[in-house]
Structures are given as structure tokens and as C-alpha cells.
């Protein structure tokens, strides 16, 4: 999923007070925490992803959880990696059109 610049934006603003949901430990990239963000994906569409390790680590990790799941990277800020997917239906966003 790609995002425009406009909608990066957008989201980086409403994910500004959220707290992470999922955590990603020394054990790294497991099935169990691929299901783990999914769920959280579905449920709030938007999530930040609480990643340890260095910022190289860090980076390809959250690029690694964000093609797994299929959702859009909107940004990495410190050891947080924010991620979205819209839902098919029901959505609670309506992202801006550049």
C-alpha cells in the first residue's frame, strides 16, 4: 500500500498520541507477532509498533512487519514504527486525495 505525501502527513498526526500495542522483541520477527499486528491492524487500522534493537535493525524490521501484513510504513520515530492498513469496510479514516 502506498501512501501520498498528503496522507503520510494526515496519519502521522492522528497516530501522534497513540501508545504501542505490539511489541517486537530480542526474538525478532516471529508468525506469532505477524498475527499479533494483523489483529491490531483490523481492529484500529492505525498502530504504532514498538521495536527494540539498533536503527538499522529497527528500520528493517518494521519494513519486514509492514510487507508482511501488508500495510503502508507511515514512519519510524525512535524505536516506534507506525503502520496502517484501511479496513475494507467500516473504516474510521477518510484519507486526503493529493
Known sequence: MELTVK???FLKSRAHQLKPVVMA?????TESLI???LAALEAHE?????????????EAAA???SEKTGAALVQIVGGN?????KRKE?????????
Do not use: D, V
Request: net charge positive; charged share 35%.
Open 25 to 29: 522483541g530480542q526474538k525478532g520477527i
Open 35 to 37: 498475527k499479533e499486528t
Open 63 to 65: 519494513q519486514e512487519i
Open 81 to 85: 514504527a507506525t503502520l496502517f492498513k
Open 7 to 9: 496522507q503520510k502527513l
Open 90 to 98: 467500516k473504516s474510521q479514516f477518510q484519507l486526503p486525495r493529493e
Open 46 to 58: 492505525l498502530i504504532k509498533i514498538k521495536i527494540a534493537g539498533e536503527r538499522e535493525a529497527r
